[in-house]
């Protein structure tokens, strides 16, 4: 891990002492050691040791504050349990707070004194940050966003040409050689975003949006410069890094004239631009911010789409991802959505505010040192779709889309991996 310096350990202490507030103290110096935490933890549930339990994470970095922010923690640190900052210490830092969390919330909402124990996580995760003890690979993704304006490092070349053949396609589709993904058009009513791997990977679920937004007749654009709504610096918990993220986006919605900016689906993306964003860059919004999720219920809602069920016969369950829901409070949306797309439809057990997370949240997906434990959480979420004998398994999400597609192919699921909108699509009366 390198050399640990007085300097590194400095700046990790320095995360400690720079909280503007009280949250830090009030959360890190409350945990009761009650347990409840341990059976909500996908991480315990799977691999039942006690290094997985969110209040042992919770003490982890509580120890290294004790340490070195209180009095009886410098002068009598082995009376409370303070833990100097060494490489033993560091490596178990790293080991459990990027190795085995994914920052679900799911401890929190189970937490008999409601603590925030993903706010604590993301706090040590940036200590270890501001130390250089970040995982390689995920800070690989968060320079690449940096460096070329999104997270796969896509060309304006290969974007605009992969744009252009999707227009092609959707004209046919529709036949109607006025239909159109915009780029870069001002004064439009929405600047939509995209998950990179949409364009890299997915590009069927660009394709589903727009031909949602052409029957919808709406005045849109996506932006070449900056349409990337992942920000993986949110993960790391470099704060300076994530400025820089939200701060593109809220730039271009400003040079584009946009109205509305709609977050495609992505659960980190929408938390961290739509609800820490304006805390990032210390600047309210002066435009609307939603996800597609609760646009495309709008448009049913107000009749704008039309939709038939029967176009889809095969029995359909939603996956809620953890930031989306849990932490964004958007739970009835999509099932308003399947209720109006899909003739049968059944849930998850647990599902909603209490599901459980589909193993890729947290950054796990871009670390691949931990892929094996991030497959034996993710069983959890395959028993769970097993059970509901469904065929298709939505999730407002591509991360949780991706780790779906992983769990179909090691644990032989048989299921699609569906976005929302690419639901939506397959539903769509077209007039």
């Known amino acids: 891990m390198g050399e640990l310096s007085k300097d590194k350990i400095e700046k990790g202490i320095e995360v400690f002492k720079n909280q503007k507030d009280s949250k830090l103290r009030a959360h890190i110096n409350s945990c009761v050691h009650c347990g409840l935490c341990a059976e909500s933890c996908t991480y315990y549930l799977a691999m039942p040791d006690a290094k997985f339990v969110p209040a042992y994470k919770v003490d982890l970095v509580a120890s ?40 679900c919330g799911r401890c929190s909402t189970h937490c008999s004194i409601g603590l925030d124990i993903s706010f604590l996580v993301r706090t040590g995760r940036k200590m270890l940050t501001n130390m250089g003890y970040e995982p390689a690979a995920l800070q690989t993704s968060v320079n690449t966003a940096l460096e070329t304006g ?38 439009k009513e929405i600047l939509y975003t995209l998950n990179p791997r949409e364009p890299k990977f997915f590009p069927l679920s660009i394709s589903a949006m727009a031909k949602i937004f052409y029957a919808a007749n709406e005045s849109w654009t996506i932006s070449t410069k ?17 400025k820089i993220i939200v701060k593109r986006l809220y730039d271009e919605m400003e040079n584009l004239e946009a109205k509305k900016c709609v977050l495609a689906e992505c659960g980190h993306g929408s938390r961290a631009f739509r609800w820490e964003g304006p805390n990032v860059i ?27 069920p029967e176009k889809i016969q095969e029995l359909v369950t939603i996956h809620d991802p953890c930031n989306l829901v849990r932490s964004g409070g958007i739970v009835q949306e999509q099932r308003f959505i399947m209720e109006n797309a899909v003739k049968n439809f059944t849930e998850m057990t647990p599902h909603g505010i209490e599901n459980y997370c589909c193993g890729g949240g947290g950054g796990q997906l871009a670390m691949s040192e931990y892929n094996e434990r991030r497959m034996k959480i993710g069983k959890l979420k395959a028993d769970q779709i097993i059970k509901t004998g469904a065929k298709i398994v939505a999730s407002p999400c591509h991360n949780c889309i991706d780790q779906l597609a992983h769990l179909n ?23």
């Open 150 to 187: 999104n997270n796969m490092g896509i060309s304006d070349t290969d974007f605009i040409e992969t744009i252009e053949w999707l227009q092609e396609d959707l004209q046919m589709e529709v036949n109607d050689d006025q239909a159109k993904i915009p780029l870069n058009e001002k004064g």
């Open 282 to 308: 210390e600047k309210a919004y002066p435009f609307e911010v939603l996800t597609s999720v609760e646009l495309i219920a709008q448009y049913i809602r107000d009749g704008r789409i039309k939709l038939d």
């Open 226 to 242: 900056m349409y990337d709504i992942t920000n993986y610096a949110y993960y790391t918990g470099n704060q300076d890094e994530s």
């Open 409 to 431: 192919s090691t644990y032989k699921l048989g299921i699609q991996a569906k976005t929302i909108a690419e639901i939506v699509a397959d539903a769509l009366v077209l007039e």
């Open 64 to 103: 290294v504050y004790r340490r070195y922010c209180t009095l009886t923690g410098k002068v009598f640190p082995g009376l409370v349990g303070a833990r100097k900052l060494d490489d033993a210490t560091i490596e178990e830092m790293v080991d459990l707070l990027f190795g085995a969390c994914t920052m």
